[in-house]
């Protein structure tokens, strides 16, 4: 087994981490505006310019996400990623790696599926995006959350530190 040299996650990768998060967060709780967006359109309404604003915003952070997405991509192909910790069981490391692989996943998914839905009108990916996959997102975040404190307070691992000192 090669071991990483990598210890822990470099500064632009720990930046874009959290900002990614923050605003996939926003993201998640405030879409409302989208979905009275796609509602009024398919009723033939005309929006007001506070949900063509919020709409737009939620686009915006979308496209946001994809573009750091892509960057969060490069970033752990040239810096690389620390070796899960040897306390770890190997159930824990591959279920880790699992998710990590899914939410890459659904940095690029989520967003595009978004905008096919919001500016190309395919009703599929809407119904891809603000159901499966938002649901997939949400469960993913709290597992995410949940494996942080198991590593802390259960396995006693410095992973949570790799991620805000490093």
């Not at 926003?26 to 604003?53: H, I, K, R």
Request: hydrophobic share 55%.
């Amino acid at each position: 087994m090669a071991f990483s040299l990598v210890t822990s996650y470099s500064v632009p990768q720990r930046l874009i981490h959290w900002l990614m998060a923050a605003l996939i967060i926003f993201n998640l709780l405030f879409a409302d505006a989208m979905e009275e967006l796609m509602e009024m359109l398919e009723e033939g309404q005309s929006p007001s310019p506070d949900v063509m604003a919020s709409a737009n915003i939620h686009a915006y952070v979308g496209i946001a996400v994809l573009c750091l997405a892509v960057v969060r991509l490069l970033l752990r192909f040239t810096h690389g990623a620390p070796d899960a910790p040897a306390e770890e069981p190997p159930l824990g490391k591959l279920a880790a790696k699992v998710a990590h692989g899914t939410f890459y996943a659904l940095f690029f998914v989520m967003p595009i599926s978004g905008a096919l839905a919001y500016y190309g009108g395919i009703e599929t990916a809407g119904g891809l995006h603000g159901g499966p996959i938002k649901l997939l997102m949400w469960l993913l975040i709290i597992a995410h959350i949940g494996a942080v404190l198991v590593h802390q307070f259960v396995w006693k691992t410095p992973v949570a530190q790799r991620m805000i000192k490093g």
